[in-house]
């Protein structure tokens, strides 16, 4: 995801290298499946409709801007997720994505479960119903309290990063009489990013106990001494994020498969499970190409069978943990276009009435999205567009460089599609801006999931 062409992104008229930046489009109406959910279309006026409901309702009923999410297209997706991994396996949606509690309900009822990593994800979780056992805490120091209460709540396990969390668990698990299941963090020595993976470059971070360096196998002899309250049911490594193929994961699971063997032939104990986290990609533009659920749990339970057997171990039960791969590409963020500058030579910078604090993942990340004219067709040619915001800050950008139709006005919507995760969830407050609401649409209706916050909100927390 480099930009070594210009550190500025291409200019209006640049011959683009080849597969780097996003090439014009050759119908800019059209609307590729590969970013947009599943029920997105375009009306007989040429207007863009979600779950049957067409985005200037959407704006005039709930104004904008509005992440608008594919109901029944997130329900595909955590369907296909959960057929995918079948019966032997689990599939923990991970609430960091994007969490509220329609999303749990819906979550519940396609029978997936729910990794969680804060309180406050927790509430969510409870409040919403799911059962308590079909949770897993996670986090990298968890306090006393946090731990208290999820021990308290029975969550089915908690995932354990560090000696100090292992000692605290197992003296509340003790004073609560209870035996709490815990599952170990490694630091497999795997950084993954999309096509790429280096071996043992990803030490140096802030989660996980090094299977190089011994640190999991201390961390397994101190769970293991605190038989009484703990229960080690297995390993966890989660190895990064926007992967698309599974050779990280392969290099992983062999080695927490590794770890298996030691603890078997040191401990003598089979342990029952591994998680291999999520970090599943998914396509921002026309050139990413994301792999189908059924073909990456086919070759992740082949990869943990071959390494299983060649260990001698009896495959152990699989879990993993997709956020991006299940929310991000069901819904879209509507924003209203206020200016159109165009800028000779450069590129028109098009304002819209959100930016970095509805998606901060831009500034952040250098992330790449696409973006389209939704309340009508045109019939206009190309042009160079960055979508900024209305933040004080030159680096509040939600789509660097993309194409828009020229005719492009003031009064316009425009859409950024696959915006689910790690946007509402990342959104700030910054310049007193308004966290958008989130809008779930299905069969023809729309309704509020989560609200527009109001300046009474933000007044509410500020005690003068
Ligand atoms: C432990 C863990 N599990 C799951 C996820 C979900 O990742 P993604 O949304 O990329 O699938 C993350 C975030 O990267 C994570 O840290
Ligand atoms: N928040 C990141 C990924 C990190 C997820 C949590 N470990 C993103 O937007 O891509």
Redesign the pocket.
């Known amino acids: 995801m480099s930009r070594s062409a210009h550190p500025a992104g291409p200019r209006h008229g640049d011959v683009l290298p080849e597969g780097h930046y996003q090439a014009p489009p050759t119908d800019l109406n059209a609307l590729d499946p590969k970013v947009w959910s599943s029920t997105v279309a375009r009306d007989a006026e040429g207007v863009v409709t979600v779950g049957g409901v067409d985005v200037k309702r959407l704006a005039a009923e709930f104004g904008t801007p509005a992440y608008v999410m594919d109901e029944a297209d997130f329900r595909a997706r955590a369907r296909a997720w959960r057929e995918a991994f079948g019966a032997d396996a689990d599939v923990f949606y991970?609430g960091?994505?994007f969490l509220s509690k329609a999303v749990v309900r819906w979550l519940h009822e396609e029978g997936l479960n729910l990794d969680v990593c804060s309180p406050g994800e927790l509430a969510v979780a409870l409040a919403a119903g799911m059962p308590p056992e079909r949770i897993a805490l996670h986090g990298n120091n968890k306090s006393v309290d946090e731990l208290e209460h999820a021990v308290k709540t029975g969550v089915g396990h908690i995932v354990v990063d560090s000696y100090e969390e292992i000692e605290r668990l197992a003296a509340i698990a003790g004073r609560q009489g209870v035996r709490q299941r815990v599952l170990i963090r490694v630091t497999v020595g795997v950084e993954a990013h999309t096509h790429e993976f280096i071996a043992t470059a990803h030490e140096d971070q802030k989660f996980g106990l090094s299977l190089t360096g011994g640190a999991a196998a201390e961390a397994v002899r101190r769970v293991l001494a605190h038989g009484e309250s703990l229960e080690l049911r297995g390993i966890h490594s989660?190895i990064g994020?926007?992967i698309f193929d599974t050779a990280g994961f392969e290099v992983a699971a062999r080695r927490v498969v590794g770890l298996l063997a030691r603890i078997r032939d040191e401990h003598g104990v089979e342990l029952p499970e591994i998680d291999l986290g999520g970090g599943l990609g998914i396509a921002y533009t026309s050139e990413d190409d994301p792999r189908e659920p059924a073909e990456i749990a086919a070759a992740l339970a082949e990869i943990v069978r071959r390494e299983c057997a060649a260990a001698h171990l009896a495959a152990p039960r699989l879990s993993v943990e997709p956020?991006?791969a299940i929310v991000g590409p069901t819904a879209f963020t509507l924003y209203e276009v206020g200016t159109v500058k165009p800028l000779e030579g450069l590129r028109t910078y098009v304002s819209v009435d959100g930016g970095m604090s509805d998606n901060i993942?831009t500034a952040?990340?250098d992330?790449e999205y696409t973006v389209a004219l939704v309340s009508r067709t045109s019939d206009a040619g190309p042009t160079l567009v960055r979508v900024v915001g209305k933040h004080c800050e030159s680096g509040d950008i939600v789509v660097r460089d993309a194409f828009l139709p020229a005719d492009l006005a003031p009064g316009d919507l425009i859409a950024v599609p696959a915006t689910g995760?790690?946007c509402r969830s990342?959104a700030s407050n910054y310049n007193h801006a308004l966290k958008p609401p989130v809008l779930a649409v299905r069969d023809g209706a729309a309704r509020v999931i989560v609200r527009r916050e109001t300046e009474e909100d933000l007044l509410r927390l500020d005690i003068g």
């Open positions: 991970a960091k994505a989660h994020s926007q956020g991006r993942r952040l990340y992330a995760a790690y990342m």
